[in-house]
Nanobody, 116 residues
Framework: QVQLVESGGGLVQPGGSLRLSCAASRSIFSINTMGWYRQAPGKERELVAIFTNGGSTTYADSVKGRFTIFRDGAKNTVYLQMNNLKPEDTAVYLC??????????WGQGTQVTVSS
């Protein structure tokens, strides 16, 4: 079981930037995957970005070149840097950390709104 605390969401103009943070209650080095998902009203939940302790990353096509997922092991925190935000990025963003067969835990979600 990993307790997750998210922060960094808010209201931003198109073209602006936000950085989301997800702080874990224990070391993240034992976690297999760390990821960000998003859910917009009336739409399917989608994977935004994932990071594995093997060093690989995967991004949704819609965010490639704009979003970056990275971690700070000393702070037990995973981040999502979001640049050049678009209105279609508006959603609740959820942090996920998983170790296969051990835990699969989620944050409470943080609202990101991109609006002129």
């Amino acid at each position: 079981q990993v307790q997750l605390v998210e922060s960094g969401g808010g209201l931003v103009q198109p073209g602006g930037s936000l950085r989301l943070s997800c702080a874990a209650s224990r070391s993240i080095f034992s976690i297999n995957t760390m990821g960000w998902y998003r859910q917009a009203p009336g739409k399917e939940r989608e994977l935004v970005a994932i990071f594995t302790n093997g060093g690989s990353t995967t991004y949704a096509d819609s965010v490639k070149g704009r979003f970056t997922i990275f971690r700070d092991g000393a702070k037990n925190t995973v981040y999502l840097q979001m640049n050049n935000l678009k209105p279609e990025d508006t959603a609740v963003y959820l942090c996920n950390m998983r170790r296969a067969g051990v835990y699969d835990d989620w944050g409470q979600g943080t609202q990101v709104t991109v609006s002129s």
